[in-house]
């Protein structure tokens, strides 16, 4: 009845929509199979895209030609570009959006795309033949033939609910739950484990007193995500912050011995950074207060996600206890907050491609793999759906380094370490923060991309324009000088020691005081010179001033990151046997065995694997 | 490995003669040489040698053979230089201190092999000793540097860098977690601590270029009765360390100095030999006239011959040994040599009243007990400059990376350097002290930050 396809994506969420896009993208035919084609990445807890490490990740999808950044442009309700004072490395781009909007844009770019079937439906096993998948069977009974499958399906896995003492099965809260599938792979060799997260409970915007809150306002300058022109945010809405009490958390407490985290009955393990908010009390009982931001669901709703409240007690005591928290006495509730375990595969079990081991030609993104977050997930959908499509046109793999992206830093982690708790990207995870900068994903990874045929043309035109404009301006910067008379007054405005004689304009802009634009106000010339970039000006003065301020840093960091990647090129056989080598500490030989790791890089990353191990394998492999 | 880096590192064993060769192995091996000999290489022709003298700015350190090898035409492949220095402990220590400072970096155990080998100048059954000589290498390095770092320094470290992995997770947190309710580092703290760290790092990297150490050695005066076998340890100990690094006689000296490296450290042994006898029973044993010299030895061994002892004798001689080595704060170690020739119960006494090492020099037998126990006196700071910790260029290197970090941290603090390059330059301090403590990986700081903070919406 269908036809057969290059590639089925099983599952539209986050991880779903970018594998499905970038597969057809790269001329691959596919097949979104989701059960519920009405919630096409669906932003199933926090109403926002990006924040901290999370932004450069969306910053980095858009560069290489995914999606996110630009659904989130579309349907942002608010911009914020995070930790404008601590350096351009930690600025990090956030919006807040519309819930309904988000998906409503993810769906019509999905139907834009000529490559891309749709079926609504359930996959409840894998076709496998000869140790590939070669299609799914689903739950209406149809048999459904690809040469590769990607597996996305989130909290679906044998998911079960928890409010208080109740537990039921389901996916998210209203939807079921998928069976089957979980135990279809582990016959074929696949280990899997239970993880947990939680929603906080949505409440009636109609019923807050905002006035009691403090108001947090969109930037007065938004930025966005994409590097593509078009989709400026113009309007925007307010956040707003209120806090927990002592009144609030004893009210809590009442209810701990019917929470499923204190009772026993949910075992498996949370994210330690997204507690619930009785592991925050319990946990730290000498706070008396937590923070809470209340952020709008979008454009034409009154509901509201109480972001900091992520609970799983009893609805009653939910209530009751929101409704001592300053700006909610008279408080009215969607829909109560509630935990969710679900099965995930721990990601030792894949390559760097996101194909599995166990099974060629399947491949597992998002929180399958242990993660947690929309843009954790995207980015992995987008690099499952370029290596789908890379192996059926035979073309080498998409494989990003963790000098070049934090994808890289991710899918890094995951398949070297694993994960044990539901994993978010922090800045603190990349060795070369300096350098993977949300400023730069267009730099860094745009042209490779282009190279593989996603990333289209106009976006490297204007990666080339925006070098061009940077060339232009730091030697500008090296070859002219700033005179006493003319920046003086500005010198002293800023409390930065005023010129005694001439100084290179490049030697007075490494002041921490001073930043590009104001050399640009006074040095008319600069400003011409960079006339043919100015669709890119704001961008192009950035890219100046980054380099020329933290230019040391980032030669430092470069030539690490050299060191590292030496390593990344020494390959390693997967057949290779590690317990032939009596020279490797017993450790080294277990942990190297269970990772298998494919190349000496990834080998280094293994915890239990040390240096000498390394120089010993280095041996073996290079002979 | 980077093998863009010239490596160096002494290619004939420690001590083992009057000649001691380094090597450096690298792109730069011949330009890094340049810089401190008394003439430049650069242009020279492969497998030539050339005279000449290795200078420090205007101080001559050493006159040596240098020997080229270009690339490709070498043990390693690569360009290859060998300087052949005299054998001093110190002055080949001096000299690799002089080249690393000028860009060369230390080779790590078997890296000159390993280059070999990736170079397609050694096949595989070499390559696979290499191997074991690797992992064997390592473990005990790691174990014999922390030995090194006596006087509780290590500890001290230790602590000093938790201290900074505190600090560093509350940067880290307040970069990663920003938009949450958390207490972020305190500035005036962290230059305090910073302060605190630069401090003790400068002591030790002061230390090791000024240590009266890893220079002179750790002076040890074997006194005893002729023919006790005075002699007869020393070259025991010299030969069972195949450690004799020089033999300088003493123009203005009257005893022979040997220099001889235990466990990574070196001893100088102020042999008495030669001293007139007198009258006086003490002093005929030459103790007394040793006293000049016991006053700057950190150790006395008092070596007697346990076949013919006289117990009188032996009661009246260690009695004065021990007021003066009380005098010259200095640490006596009894040794009853030719041990296997005593009566038993002779040596039950002996054994009560005084607790002699008992061995036998010629014999070789239970010398490992001495070289221990000087180790032990060593590394517990009881003998030594209290102040010389460092005596490991490795060790050197390392705190000289993590003194610079920290002080550009330092800086930064106070011209206001944005959090992520202060982050930066934290995190290199924290990869060189965790060089000489051991790892720190970015898990740590996680860990640190999630078990000591609220953090999540």
């Known amino acids: 009845m269908l036809p057969e396809y290059d590639v089925i994506v099983v599952g539209g969420g986050h991880a ?79 919006t807040q959006n519309d819930r309904v909007l988000f998906s409503l844009e993810w769906r019509k770019i999905l139907e834009s795309i000529q490559n891309i079937d749709f079926w609504q439906d359930t996959a409840t096993s894998l076709i496998v033949k000869d140790g590939k998948a070669t299609g799914v069977k689903t739950g209406l009974g149809v048999e459904i033939k690809s040469k590769s499958v990607i597996l996305t399906s989130g909290t679906f896995l044998n998911g079960k609910i928890h409010i208080g003492d109740k537990n039921f099965g389901g996916g998210r809260v209203g939807e079921s739950a998928v069976y089957g599938l979980t135990e279809n792979l582990k016959e074929y060799g696949f280990s899997s484990g239970r993880m947990k997260t939680g929603t906080p409970p949505r409440v009636d915007g109609r019923s807050l007193d905002y006035s009691k809150m403090i108001e947090q306002q969109g930037d007065k300058k938004p930025g966005k995500f994409s590097y593509l022109p078009g989709n400026e945010i113009t309007k925007q809405r307010s956040c707003f912050i209120t806090y927990t009490n002592s009144t609030v958390h004893d009210l809590l407490k009442e209810g701990f011995d019917k929470s499923p985290m204190f009772n026993g009955s949910i075992q498996s393990v949370g994210p330690r950074y997204c507690p619930s908010i009785e592991d925050k009390i319990n946990r730290f009982a000498e706070r008396d207060r937590h923070q809470l931001f209340v952020e709008p669901e979008g454009w034409d709703t009154v509901e509201i996600y109480v972001n900091g409240f992520s609970t799983s007690l009893p609805e009653d005591v939910q209530f009751k206890a929101m ?162 008379d003319r920046f003086n007054t500005l010198l002293e405005n800023k409390n930065s020691s005023a010129l005694k004689q001439k100084s290179r304009l490049n030697t007075l802009l490494a002041r921490p005081q001073l930043d590009i634009r104001d050399i640009a106000e006074i040095e008319k010339p600069f400003v011409e010179e960079l006339e043919f970039v100015r669709d890119l000006k704001d961008e192009v003065l950035d890219q100046i001033e980054i380099t020329v301020k933290y230019q040391g840093y980032i030669e430092k960091e470069k030539s690490l990151a050299d060191r590292l990647t030496k390593l990344d090129h020494i390959k390693i056989d997967s057949d290779i046997d590690y317990h032939k080598f009596s020279s490797l500490s017993m450790e080294a030989r277990l942990k190297l065995t269970e990772a298998k790791p494919t190349n000496l890089g990834q080998a280094s990353r293994i915890s239990g694997v040390s240096p000498s191990d390394l120089s010993v394998l280095l041996v073996y492999l290079t002979k | 490995m980077n093998k863009n880096e010239t490596i160096v590192a002494l290619a004939t064993p420690q001590g083992i003669g009057a000649i001691g060769v380094i090597r450096l192995s690298g792109p730069e091996s011949i330009a890094i040489v340049s810089l401190v000999f008394s003439k430049n290489l650069t242009q020279e022709a492969s497998h030539t040698a050339h005279f000449g003298r290795i200078k420090n700015g205007d101080r001559i350190v050493d006159e040596v053979l240098v020997t080229l090898f270009k690339d490709g035409k070498s043990y390693t492949g690569e360009e290859v230089v060998e300087i052949s220095c005299h054998g001093s402990h110190y002055i080949l220590q001096d000299v690799i201190r002089l080249l690393t400072e000028k860009g060369a970096v230390l080779a790590k155990p078997g890296e000159f092999t390993l280059r070999a080998f990736l170079n397609g100048k050694l096949d595989l059954s070499q390559a696979e000793a290499v191997a074991d000589l690797i992992a064997s290498n390592s473990e005990a390095a790691h174990k014999v540097a922390m030995h090194q770092m006596r006087g509780g320094f290590s500890d001290q470290i230790k602590k000093l860098r938790a201290d900074l992995i505190h600090f560093a997770s509350l940067v880290e947190l307040e970069l990663d977690f920003s938009e949450e309710d958390v207490e972020f580092a305190n500035r005036d703290d962290l230059k305090d601590l910073i302060f605190k760290i630069h401090k003790v790092i400068s002591a030790l990297v002061e230390s090791f270029k000024s240590g009266n150490v890893i220079k002179n050695g750790v002076p040890v005066v074997i006194a005893g009765k002729p023919n006790a076998g005075k002699s007869t340890l020393l070259n025991a100990l010299l030969n069972e360390e195949k450690a004799l690094v020089t033999e300088i006689e003493g123009t203005t000296r009257d005893a022979i100095e040997d220099e001889s490296v235990i466990g990574g450290i070196v001893f100088r042994f102020i042999d008495t030999a030669g001293i007139r006898e007198t009258e006086d029973v003490v002093e005929s044993l030459g103790v007394k006239k040793t006293l000049e010299k016991m006053k700057e030895a950190a150790i006395v061994c008092y070596l007697f011959d346990a076949a013919r002892i006289d117990l009188k004798e032996l009661d009246l001689i260690i009695a004065s040994l021990k007021e003066d080595v009380q005098k010259s704060s200095s640490e006596l170690l009894v040794v009853a040599n030719k041990s296997d020739l005593l009566e038993k119960d002779k040596r039950a006494i002996i054994e009560e009243k005084y607790e002699p090492i008992f061995l036998s020099a010629k014999e070789k037998r239970n010398l490992e007990i001495l070289e221990n126990r000087l180790l032990e006196l060593v590394n517990l700071g009881k003998v030594g400059e209290q102040d010389v910790i460092v005596t490991n260029s490795r060790h050197h290197q390392a705190l000289t990376g993590a003194n610079e970090a920290l002080m550009r941290a330092y800086e930064g603090l106070d011209s206001g350097l944005t959090g992520d390059l202060l982050a930066a330059d934290i995190r290199q301090s924290l990869f060189h002290l965790g060089e000489i403590t051991g790892e720190v990986t970015t898990e740590d700081l996680l860990d640190n930050i999630f078990s000591k903070f609220c953090i999540g919406k």
């Open chain 1, 323 to 484: 409704k001592q928290i300053k700006g909610f006495e008279n408080v009215r509730v969607f829909r109560p907050g509630y935990a969710i375990e679900y099965d995930y595969f721990p990601p030792l079990q894949l390559k760097n491609t996101l194909e599995t081991k166990p099974i060629e030609d399947l491949y597992f993104a998002g929180q399958i793999n242990g993660t947690t977050g929309y843009e954790e997930a995207a980015c992995q959908g987008l690099v499952a759906g370029i290596n789908a499509s890379l192996k059926i046109k035979e073309e080498a793999p998409f494989v990003l380094s963790r000098d070049e992206a934090y994808i890289g830093v991710l899918i890094d982690d995951l398949i070297t370490k694993g994960t044990e708790e539901p994993y978010r990207m922090f800045t603190s995870r990349a060795e070369y923060r300096i350098l993977l900068r949300q400023d730069n994903a267009d730099i860094r990874l745009t042209e490779m991309s282009n190279k593989i045929g996603l990333a289209s043309d106009e976006r490297l035109k204007r990666v080339e324009l925006k070098l061009k404009g940077k060339d232009v301006g730091v030697k500008y910067l090296s070859k002219n000088s700033a005179e006493p």
């Open chain 1, 16 to 94: 779903g929509a970018e594998a499905a896009a970038a597969a057809a993208n790269l001329e691959s035919s596919v097949l979104l199979i989701s059960m519920d084609l009405g919630r096409i990445a669906q932003m199933s807890c926090n109403p926002a895209m990006g924040g901290i490490a999370k932004g450069q990740i969306v910053r980095e999808i858009d560069a290489l030609g995914g999606y996110s950044g630009i659904v989130s442009d579309k349907s942002a309700i608010q911009f914020r570009m995070l930790n404008r004072s601590k350096g351009p490395a930690m600025w990090s781009p956030r």
